[in-house]
């Protein structure tokens, strides 16, 4: 006995003292991706892994370095934020080199080198070169290197958030071309198979280098980063990654033309739904239904507090209320989750992406349900307030039992609107990293080119789900009929 004893007491010892695996020690490297840049960045179409050239890149350099990588998918315009506000510590999304970023920001040694090309309508001869795009229109990312070459040239820049859209924009006419990546333009014409447009020219650049992006303040990091480059480069890896997806080497310059011929191939529309419906579904589960739960319920509390204060004798808690619920209103929601994401760590204030949204929508249900929930309380008849008092109710027991049961009755159909509307604008929730219902069907479009069906098959989840929650008001309005005074 004696001996177990002794055996246990040195086996802790030896868990307390030794130390743990080199793995364990590994620093946590948070990198940032679009993961709809194909083939750079996407999701494999099989498997829904995230995949790509760079993917691929930054997971050899993590071996070299001894990284342990965390993947944190965003839309192109919010990954820049994102790194400055130390949500992600690296962007790996072919990012071109530039004299202003360079100022802003740790640029790595390039790993890739491409040309940029214009890309207009098949037959469309009235665009043959850069000089060509002065008075028109392009679409591109607004933050783009491909966008600043538009502007440069004299066009006018449609914002969007991937290729994919530019190409749909173009292919239906709504703008004149786009500027973009040789490779990401190859890439979309083998997988899609589309006949609608077409590469007119280069974009006159000589060509252009991308690089891994990283804050001033990471020396260290960037350095580990241009080592294990370049030891790639020295052993071929980077060879190796560039020949599995392009059939060249695009790792050095003048390394061969890029051939995707026989990479991705089209798939069907049926195929498409079928491999995205699950990820779908799972993005509504595990992030739009919470998402929408926790921000309703407490947005609703705070409705409450703020109505109460609203109508309140006391002017500094009546104006405070009327300041936030002009605040909010007046305010685009979009703005507020950028508010809450990307400009409040700036003062100390870091949410995690699901916290943050959730404070966000939160607050703006309170700001637009607040008015809903006064003018509830507002329709019940004074008198309610008297003849409770007669009987000796306190106000907040006149409130709980008399009051907020009958205004409940009246303020139902408003605030099931409120909720109904609280679910779909949980779609924005990718601009703050989080991946739900919306982005799944995102990616899939990006990969696929397929928007009408990916984005109607979307639809018909939020409309199954809104369908279910205004059942499940018109059931409450039936319970709360027996308050209703007759």
């Known amino acids: 006995m004696r001996q177990v004893i002794r055996g246990a007491v040195l086996l802790l010892l030896l868990l307390i003292v030794v130390p743990a695996p080199a793995t364990a020690q590994q620093p946590v490297v948070r990198v940032g991706t679009e993961g709809t840049y194909p083939p750079f960045s996407f999701h494999d179409p099989q498997t829904a892994e995230l995949t790509g050239y760079d993917i691929e890149v930054v997971k050899a350099i993590a071996a070299k370095a001894g990284w342990r990588l965390e993947f944190v998918e965003t839309q192109w315009d919010a990954i820049f934020p994102a790194l400055d506000a130390s949500r992600i510590d690296l962007v790996a999304n072919q990012v071109s080199r530039n004299e202003e970023r360079a100022a802003k920001y740790g640029l790595s040694t390039p790993y890739t080198h491409s040309r940029g090309v214009i890309v207009r309508r098949t037959g469309d001869t009235r665009i043959n070169s850069i000089a060509d795009l002065r008075g028109r229109t392009t679409a591109q990312s607004s933050t783009s290197n491909w966008a600043k070459v538009a502007r440069d040239a004299g066009a006018t820049v449609e914002a969007v958030e991937g290729f994919a859209q530019a190409a749909a924009l173009l292919a239906q006419g709504r703008v004149d071309a786009i500027v973009n990546d040789n490779i990401a333009v190859l890439d979309y014409l083998a997988t899609t198979g589309s006949k609608d447009v077409e590469i007119a020219g280069d974009a006159g650049q000589a060509g252009s280098v991308q690089v891994l992006a990283l804050r001033k303040t990471d020396a260290s990091l960037l350095s580990q980063a241009n080592q294990a ?59 739009t239904i919470p998402l929408t739960a926790l921000s309703f319920t407490i947005g609703l509390i705070l409705a409450l507090l703020v109505a109460l204060a609203r109508i309140s004798p006391y002017r500094v808690l009546s104006g405070l209320a009327r300041a936030f619920i002009s605040i909010i209103r007046g305010t685009p929601l979009l703005l507020q989750l950028f508010i809450v994401f990307y400009g409040l760590p ?99 479009a990006a990969e696929s080119n397929e928007f009408l069906a990916l984005y109607s098959f979307a639809g018909l989840y939020y409309w199954l789900i809104c369908v279910a929650l205004s059942a499940g008001q018109k059931r409450l309005e039936t319970r709360l009929n027996r308050y209703v005074i007759a």
């Not at 560039?242 to 991705?264: I, P």
């Not at 959730?358 to 008297?386: C, D, K, M, T, W």
Request: hydrophobic residues 45%.
């Open 346 to 444: 700036q003062i100390g204030l870091k949410f995690p992406p699901f916290t943050a949204a959730v404070v966000a929508f939160s607050l703006n249900v309170a700001g637009y349900a607040a008015e809903v929930v006064r003018s509830a309380i507002l329709s019940v008849p004074r008198g309610q307030f008297e003849a409770a008092a007669t009987i000796g109710f306190g106000y907040a027991q006149s409130l709980r039992r008399i009051v907020l049961p009958q205004a409940a009755r009246t303020a139902v159909p408003p605030l099931s609107n409120t909720l109904l509307s609280l679910l779909k604008d949980t779609s924005l929730g990718s601009v703050v990293l989080l991946t739900e219902l919306f982005r799944e069907s995102q990616l899939a």
């Open 229 to 287: 480059i370049d030891a790639l480069r020295a052993d071929g890896t980077l060879r190796t990654i560039s020949q599995k997806y392009f059939k060249a080497d695009v790792s050095v310059e003048d390394g061969g033309t890029a051939d995707l011929s026989q990479g991705r191939g089209r798939r069907s529309t049926w195929d498409v739904l079928r491999s995205t419906a699950w990820p779908m579904f799972v993005g509504l589960v595990k992030v």
